[in-house]
C-alpha cells in the first residue's frame, strides 16, 4: 500500500465538514445499475502502461455554478478512457491544503463516489496538491501524468514552480487545464511544452478534462 503524504495528513483549517463528504451508497443486496455500468466499462488490466493522478483544484471559486460538475464528469470521462490505454488513475483534490482522495487504481465506482463527495471551500494551494500526487507516483512503473485542473492562481507562485520543475525532472508529463480566473501563461510555465496546456471556459471544462485522456499512449 502506498503511503500518503504529510499533505494528505494535514486537516483542512476551516473547512466545513463536508468539504469532502462520501455519499451514502445503497446497501441492498445487488449493486446499482449505475455500479455494475461502470464495472462493465472498466476491465481489470494485468499488465499497466503507467500512473496519471489527477490533481483538482476545489478551492472556493471553483463554487461557482457548473464548475464542479463539469471537473466531476470530466475527470470521470478521463478516468474511463485512460483505463481503456492501461492507466491506472488516482486524484488528489487542493483548497487550503491537499489530500488524496482516490489512489491510483481502476475502480471506476469508487473514483466517481469520492470525486462526487468534493465540496468547495478554500484557498489555492496548488503547490501542495502536486507535491502529493508527485509522492503517489514517484515509486510507480511505466508512465507518469500529471494533470492539473484550476479556475485560479496558486498561494505560492514559486512553489508551485519549483514542483512541477521536480515533476518533469523526474520525467513527469504536467498536462494543465486552466478555467476562470486562471493564467494560461503560468500554467504552460508548469508544463515546461507550453502546447500542454489549456485554457477553456467554464462550460467546455469536461471536454477539455476528458479530451486530455486521448493524449496517452494505448496498451
Known amino acids: 500500500m502506498e503511503d500518503v503524504s504529510d499533505e494528505a495528513r494535514k486537516k483542512h483549517d476551516g ?16 449493486p446499482s445499475l449505475a455500479r455494475r455500468a461502470l464495472q462493465a466499462l472498466v476491465p ?20 461557482d455554478p457548473g464548475k464542479m460538475d463539469q471537473l ?11 483505463v481503456r490505454r492501461d492507466y491506472a488513475v488516482g486524484a488528489v483534490a487542493f ?25 468547495p471551500y478554500g484557498r489555492t494551494a496548488m503547490a501542495a496538491g502536486m507535491r502529493t500526487a508527485l509522492g503517489r507516483m514517484r515509486f510507480r512503473a511505466g508512465g507518469k501524468v500529471l494533470v492539473l485542473i ?15 520543475r521536480l515533476a518533469r525532472a523526474r520525467g513527469v508529463t504536467v498536462i494543465p ?14 508544463a515546461g511544452r507550453p502546447e500542454l496546456a489549456r485554457y477553456v471556459a467554464a462550460e467546455d471544462l469536461a471536454g477539455a478534462i476528458a479530451s486530455a485522456a486521448g493524449g496517452l499512449k494505448r496498451g
Open 15 to 30: 473547512a466545513p465538514r463536508d468539504a469532502l463528504a462520501t455519499p451514502a451508497i445503497g446497501r441492498g443486496p445487488a
Open 44 to 63: 481489470r488490466r494485468q499488465n499497466l502502461r503507467g500512473v496519471v493522478y489527477l490533481v483538482l483544484d476545489h478551492s472556493t471559486s471553483m463554487g
Open 72 to 82: 466531476r464528469k470530466g475527470a470521470l470521462r478521463f478516468f474511463l478512457e485512460a
Open 95 to 119: 483548497a487550503g491544503a491537499a489530500e488524496v482522495i482516490s489512489g491510483a487504481g481502476l475502480d471506476a465506482h469508487k473514483f466517481w463516489t469520492r470525486l462526487h463527495g468534493l465540496r
Open 150 to 164: 484550476t479556475d485560479g492562481v496558486p498561494d505560492d507562485r514559486e512553489a508551485t514552480l519549483e514542483t512541477a
Open 177 to 190: 487545464i486552466g478555467t476562470g480566473a486562471a493564467d494560461h501563461d503560468f500554467l504552460a510555465s508548469l
